[in-house]
């Protein structure tokens, strides 16, 4: 015997519409906080794995101020190298984003958003050169792509999904060995 059938034959008439109301609404409510509690989860490991990632490749010098003199001295290779990821929002902070969307303001939890994508793709830049044996990475750049499309974004499947993109780029540098001799006084 189902719940419902139970609260209507017991003489609870009233109460039959509130727990068919309990269930219709539960669902919803525990999806939601299966989200929160799930990215929570998910967030705070990738933030820790980033951190040590972070750490492992602070030794490659990144330079990204325009204009700015670096003292360059003989290079022995240059290319251009890249980092790019793509980052997606868990449910739960969607909804809160489209619930503060209804009243205006700061959200939080797109900014987070973009800051993890922008130091991801900065470690994967900083980790391509380490791997590549290149000592540093000039004139670095992040750029956010829109890989869904506006249209996309109006359609009613994917109006709480939020997806960020973003692409580091920078031109990796390997040093010339210096010349010794020519730096001894004769």
Not at 70 to 96: C, N, Q, W
């Amino acid at each position: 015997m189902s719940v419902l059938a139970y609260v209507e034959v017991s003489g609870f008439e009233g109460w039959g519409r509130l727990v068919e109301m309990c269930f219709s609404c539960g669902t919803p409510i525990f999806l939601i906080l299966l989200g929160l509690i799930v990215g929570s989860i998910i967030e705070q490991r990738h933030l820790a794995r980033l951190e040590l990632r972070e750490a492992a490749v602070s030794n490659i010098p990144i330079n990204s101020l325009p204009g700015r003199r670096v003292p360059i001295g003989p290079a022995s290779d240059a290319r251009i190298i890249t980092g790019e990821v793509v980052l997606a929002a868990d449910y739960f902070k969607s909804f809160i984003a489209s619930l503060i969307k209804l009243v205006g303001g700061e959200m939080k939890t797109y900014r987070l958003l973009m800051e993890r994508a922008r130091r991801e793709a900065i470690v994967r830049l900083r980790e391509q050169a380490q791997r590549e044996g290149f000592d540093e990475v000039w004139n670095i750049r992040i750029e956010a792509a829109d890989i869904l499309g506006s249209a996309a974004s109006s359609s009613k499947k994917n109006k709480l999904r939020a997806m960020v993109t973003i692409v580091a780029a920078g031109t990796a540098v390997r040093r010339a060995p210096r010349d010794v001799s020519r730096d001894a006084p004769s």
